[in-house]
């Protein structure tokens, strides 16, 4: 078909976290205009840490992102300890990591089955997809494991969106033995549904479509990186965290209240398919068993198998989960002393949040009051990987016509299952 | 006939929207019972004909009030949901900084080129018809009020002290730790849950109608603590003031 107008204009794009349009505009078959646009009122939220006591900047820090409150309080922890020389006990590590399980479940498969599948069913929202006899029961199961990874929340960190337990160096309270052996059962009964998952996902049609770009993600020697690591890149191998500022480099955009960033190339991506590019070897035997089945192998440089790397990496952690328990009942749950040295300095936490990296940079006067603080989210260090892969997916969609061009442009801004109101209130503007 | 339910994002996390979504148990049973017609967030479908607007979020933009009037007139209740949209939330922390510094620290050069004025709650804008409190809303509450308007009854919002339920619960008073809290002027309705969780009442529900706010103070005092600590332990959601938008 040859096309020769084309103007698609998603105002405030649906089923993703936050504003952001898609601009496209071709007039006699010439591509003319290819924009990724993020319209999100700006939070600042630096700003708003600054001058904050320690205790409560993880609290505040939280609030970032509600989907993500476990990943931004992490972070903000890691950062602050890191501040104060602190190294948290053996439990304290095994009870953040199975609090972020629980995340990683909650916020993949909300993506996957609320926002993502739709697209693939042919429907307009996973409410319209309840009312079908036919996905009902789909969406059911979705739910049930959207729920394991809520109840995982509350159960260790005492809520599903910004819980309240984990302080720094500690928690201000601990699951009890019956709790871990429940949750221990949730999640083992949880392995046939995501056998389920993985035909549903595999019987989905994605776009063959790639483009090659640099893949960024923690990496750490012993493990699939959730919440320590290096940072470790598809194209020049690791930095530490200390280097942060050299990858994710800044820059402001007109028209868009969050930033872009590039390395070595002109943009990177991070999120589930850029874990996978760089530490594929470490997923979990049923995870990649899974990856094998629907086909997702690194280096993958398709942007719409970032759902696929979802479906993996849940396979993966609800495994982890069940290793995580049987770690903390065989040490025994602990009452621990909370003892934090506060002192003035700086620090830098680093996690991959179910979108991908996220770090968090605070610096301490002597009495534990923010100085200055910056947050690097993932959102935005996908943003001109998006923008890139628009500019090529268009051209080569031309001939699909409008209305399956505006689809896939769409579909592929989902993949990255962006979370745009956490992108939009970014600090650092001397790139150093 | 079913209500027809829109729900808004406005300046927030959008996790008082999850909140809504985390009733996995129950959604069969809200769809059912709701016309849910427009929620930006899961749903392409979109209908500017609604009856309820539940709105996540605070006002920050000029193009954000001019949103807001417009829903105030398509809606005959509009519901703000959570701590940003009932009491402008974290995000007030900005308006304790001059706005051209704000963007300036972010943006840079580029500052100018950006729409925030004060950040400020809902009924700062337009009238509003309830409120469900919080960060994030609690999701039984949040299912009860739906219940109770589907009945044609008014909703219920509990005026007890969050000092209340926490003494229901079982917990230890966290004064007699040494540590301070916000239970004793804060809205209760969230079995303390915060306090239950290891953790210490940050007032997110705001405060209880008449609030004892000088009883408060003199405990904090009593607790050694200087009022840069008090100021800042009422100001982690309540920061906004009035005279920003007045």
């Given at each position: 078909?040859?096309?020769?107008?084309?103007?698609?204009?998603?105002?405030?794009?649906?089923?993703?976290?936050g504003?952001?349009?898609?601009?496209?505009?071709?007039?006699?078959?010439?591509?003319?205009?290819?924009?990724?646009?993020?319209t999100?009122?700006?939070?600042?939220?630096?700003?708003?840490?600054?001058?904050?006591?320690?205790?409560?900047?993880?609290?505040?820090?939280?609030?970032?992102?509600?989907?993500?409150?476990?990943?931004?309080?992490?972070?903000?922890?890691?950062?602050?300890?890191?501040?104060?020389?602190?190294?948290?006990?053996?439990?304290?590590?095994?009870?953040?990591?199975?609090?972020?399980?629980?995340?990683?479940?909650?916020?993949?498969?909300?993506?996957l089955?609320?926002?993502?599948?739709?697209?693939?069913?042919?429907?307009?929202?996973?409410?319209?997809?309840?009312?079908?006899?036919?996905?009902?029961?789909?969406?059911?199961?979705?739910?049930?494991?959207?729920k394991?990874?809520?109840?995982?929340?509350?159960?260790?960190?005492?809520?599903?969106?910004?819980?309240?337990?984990a302080?720094?160096?500690?928690?201000g309270?601990?699951?009890?033995?019956?709790?871990?052996?429940?949750l221990?059962?949730?999640?083992?009964?949880?392995?046939?549904?995501?056998?389920?998952?993985?035909?549903?996902?595999?019987?989905?049609?994605?776009?063959?479509?790639?483009?090659?770009?640099?893949?960024?993600?923690?990496?750490?020697?012993?493990?699939?990186?959730?919440?320590?690591?290096?940072?470790?890149?598809?194209?020049?191998?690791?930095?530490?965290?200390?280097?942060?500022?050299?990858?994710?480099?800044?820059?402001?955009?007109?028209?868009?209240?969050?930033?872009?960033?590039k390395?070595?190339?002109?943009?990177?991506?991070?999120?589930?398919?850029?874990?996978?590019?760089n530490?594929?070897?470490?997923?979990?035997?049923?995870?990649?068993?899974?990856a094998?089945?629907?086909?997702?192998?690194?280096?993958?440089?398709?942007?719409?198998?970032?759902?696929?790397?979802q479906?993996?990496?849940?396979?993966?952690?609800?495994?982890?989960?069940?290793?995580?328990?049987?770690?903390?009942?065989?040490?025994?749950?602990?009452?621990?002393?909370?003892?934090?040295?506060?002192?003035?300095?700086?620090?830098?936490?680093?996690?991959?949040?179910?979108?991908?990296?996220?770090?968090?940079?605070?610096?301490?006067?002597?009495?534990?009051?923010?100085v200055?603080?910056?947050?690097?989210?993932?959102?935005?260090?996908?943003?001109?990987?998006?923008?890139?892969?628009?500019?090529?997916?268009?051209?080569?969609?031309?001939?699909?016509?409008?209305?399956?061009?505006?689809?896939?442009?769409?579909?592929?801004?989902?993949s990255y299952?962006?979370?745009?109101?956490?992108?939009?209130?970014?600090?650092?503007?001397?790139?150093? | 006939?079913?209500?027809?339910?829109?729900?808004?994002?406005?300046?927030?996390?959008?996790?008082?929207?999850?909140?809504?979504?985390?009733?996995?148990?129950?959604?069969?049973?809200?769809?059912?019972?709701?016309?849910?017609i427009?929620?930006?967030?899961?749903?392409?479908?979109?209908?500017?004909?609604?009856?309820?607007?539940?709105?996540?979020?605070?006002?920050?933009?000029?193009?954000?009030?001019a949103?807001?009037?417009?829903?105030?007139?398509?809606?005959?209740?509009?519901?703000?949901?959570?701590?940003?949209?009932?009491?402008?939330?974290?995000?007030?922390?900005?308006?304790?900084?001059?706005?051209?510094?704000?963007?300036?620290?972010?943006?840079?050069?580029?500052?100018?080129?950006?729409d925030?004025?004060?950040?400020?709650?809902?009924?700062?804008?337009?009238?509003?018809?309830?409120?469900?409190?919080?960060?994030?809303?609690?999701?039984?509450?949040?299912?009860?009020?739906?219940?109770?308007?589907?009945?044609?009854?008014?909703?219920?919002?509990?005026?007890?002290?969050?000092?209340?339920?926490?003494?229901?619960v079982?917990?230890?008073?966290?004064?007699?730790?040494?540590?301070?809290?916000?239970?004793?002027?804060?809205?209760?309705?969230?079995?303390?849950?915060?306090?239950?969780?290891?953790?210490?009442?940050?007032?997110?529900?705001?405060?209880?109608?008449?609030?004892?706010?000088?009883?408060?103070?003199?405990?904090?005092?009593?607790?050694?603590?200087?009022?840069?600590?008090?100021?800042?332990?009422?100001?982690?959601?309540?920061?906004?003031?009035?005279?920003?938008?007045?």
């Open positions: 078909m040859e096309v020769s107008r084309i103007d698609i204009n998603v105002h405030q794009l649906t089923r993703v976290e504003h952001g349009n898609i601009i496209v505009k071709v007039s006699d078959g010439k591509v003319e205009e290819v924009r990724w646009e993020i999100e009122s700006p939070r600042f939220f630096e700003v708003m840490l600054q001058g904050r006591r320690w205790k409560d900047v993880h609290v505040i820090a939280s609030r970032i992102c509600g989907i993500c409150s476990v990943s931004h309080q992490l972070a903000s922890l890691e950062a602050t300890e890191a501040a104060f020389g602190i190294r948290p006990s053996e439990q304290t590590i095994l009870l953040r990591k199975l609090l972020y399980v629980g995340e990683v479940i909650e916020s993949h498969i909300l993506h089955y609320l926002l993502a599948a739709p697209d693939f069913l042919g429907a307009g929202s996973v409410f319209s997809l309840l009312d079908s006899p036919e996905h009902k029961d789909e969406v059911l199961r979705g739910l049930r494991l959207k394991l990874g809520n109840d995982i929340m509350e159960m260790i960190g005492g809520r599903a969106v910004h819980p309240q337990a302080t720094v160096n500690g928690f309270r601990l699951p009890s033995t019956e709790d871990l052996l429940y221990q059962g949730r999640l083992r009964n949880a392995l046939p549904e995501l056998e389920a998952m993985v035909q549903l996902f595999k019987g989905f049609e994605l776009p063959q479509f790639t483009r090659e770009t640099e893949y960024i993600a923690l990496k750490h020697p012993q493990e699939y990186a959730w919440i320590y690591g290096y940072i470790s890149s598809t194209d020049t191998g690791l930095a530490t965290l200390d280097q942060y500022l050299e990858v994710a480099n800044e820059y402001c955009v007109p028209h868009s209240t969050a930033k872009f960033a390395h070595a190339r002109e943009s990177y991506a991070v999120g589930a398919l850029a874990r996978i590019n530490n594929y070897e470490q997923l979990n035997p049923m995870a990649k068993m899974a094998d089945e629907l086909g997702l192998k690194p280096l993958c440089c398709n942007p719409f198998m970032n759902n696929i790397a479906v993996v990496e849940t396979v993966h952690v609800v495994e982890e989960g069940i290793d995580l328990v049987e770690q903390l009942l065989r040490i025994g749950i602990q009452e621990e002393d909370i003892v934090v040295p506060v002192k003035a300095g700086r620090g830098i936490g680093a996690v991959e949040a179910p979108r991908g990296l996220l770090i968090h940079d605070y610096t301490y006067d002597e009495n534990g009051y923010i200055e603080a910056n947050c690097v989210i993932p959102t935005n260090q996908n943003h001109a990987n998006i923008q890139r892969d628009l500019e090529v997916l268009v051209p080569r969609y031309l001939d699909r016509g409008e209305n399956e061009l505006r689809l896939l442009c769409e579909m592929l801004v989902r299952d962006p979370c745009i109101s956490c992108s939009t209130h970014m600090l650092r503007l001397e790139l150093r | 006939m079913k209500p027809k339910i829109a729900v808004f994002d406005f300046t927030c996390c959008e996790g008082c929207q999850l909140q809504i979504l985390n009733c996995e148990q129950e959604m069969p049973d809200l769809v059912a019972a709701l016309d849910i427009t929620f930006r967030e899961v749903m392409t479908e979109r209908s500017d004909h609604y009856d309820i607007a539940f709105i996540d979020g605070s006002c920050t933009t000029e193009s954000e009030i949103r807001l009037k417009e829903i105030r007139q398509r809606a005959k209740m509009v519901i703000p949901i959570g701590a940003c949209a009932c009491l402008g939330g974290v995000n007030c922390f900005k308006n304790l900084h001059p706005m051209e510094d704000v963007l300036k620290a972010v943006y840079g050069q580029a500052a100018p080129y950006y925030t004025i004060p950040a400020r709650p809902i009924h700062a804008v337009i009238p509003i018809d309830f409120f469900i409190p919080g960060c994030p809303i609690v999701k039984e509450e949040f299912i009860r009020v739906v219940q109770e308007i589907l009945a044609g009854k008014a909703p219920y919002l509990p005026n007890d002290p969050v000092c209340a339920e926490c003494k229901m079982g917990n230890v008073c966290v004064f007699d730790k040494g540590q301070t809290c916000l239970g004793p002027v804060t809205r209760g309705g969230c079995k303390a849950t915060c306090v239950t969780g290891g953790a210490v009442c940050w007032g997110c529900r705001g405060l209880i109608d008449e609030p004892n706010i000088n009883a408060e103070k003199e405990i904090l005092e009593k607790a050694g603590l200087s009022i840069k600590d008090i100021v800042e332990e009422f100001s982690l959601f309540n920061a906004c003031q009035e005279d920003v938008w007045k």
